[in-house]
C-alpha cells in the first residue's frame, strides 16, 4: 500500500464512479483509474465491470462507457474531490453544460458511510438511487453494502 506508514492513519473506503462518452471511452476510463492509483494518499482496490449507458438529461449525445471503483485513501471527502477534478482536468475534460459531453467523469459515489452535503459535494452521491447501473456496479464489487436511501420528503415534511 502506497499510503504513508507515519501515524498509521486507516484508510477510509470510498467508492467513485466513471464514465466517459467521447473518444476511445473504455481507455479514457482505464487511463483515469492508472491515474488515481498513482496518487500517493490513494490505492484502487476493486475495479467493475463496465457498461454502456444512454445519456441522460441532454440526450444528443454519444452513450457512456461506466463503471465504479473502490479506492482505500487518506484524504479527506474534500481533498479528494479536489484530486479528481485535477485528473478530470489532466485527462482534458472541458467545462461546458450540465449533463453534456465529456471525455472522463469522476464522482464520489460513497466514503465511509458518512452523510455530507457541501456546495462542493453531496455524498452518498443524490442519483446513485436514480441508475441502477450504479446500484449494480456497487453491489458486484462490494455485495455487503447496504444501500439504503431516503425517501424524499415533501414541502410538508411528508415521505
Sequence with gaps: MKMPARGRVNPHTAYIGIGSNL???????????????????????????????KPIG?????????????????????LLLKTLKS??????????????????????????????????????HPEIHNRAFIRDHLLEINPQLKLVFNKPRDRKGRG
Excluded at 465529456?102 to 456546495?119: A, E, F, P
Design 87 to 124: 485528473i478530470e482536468e489532466q485527462a482534458g475534460r472541458k467545462k461546458n453544460f450540465k449533463w453534456g459531453p465529456r471525455v472522463i467523469d469522476l464522482d464520489i459515489l460513497l466514503y465511509d458511510d458518512i452523510s455530507m452535503k457541501t456546495t462542493e459535494l453531496t455524498i452518498p
Design 23 to 53: 473518444g476511445d471511452r473504455l481507455h479514457h476510463c482505464k487511463l483515469a483509474i492508472q491515474t488515481i492509483d498513482h496518487e500517493p494518499h490513494i490505492q484502487v482496490s476493486k475495479i467493475s465491470s463496465w457498461i454502456e449507458t
Design 58 to 78: 441532454y440526450t444528443r449525445q454519444n452513450n457512456f462507457i461506466n463503471g465504479v471503483i473502490e479506492i482505500k485513501t487518506t484524504l479527506s471527502p474534500l
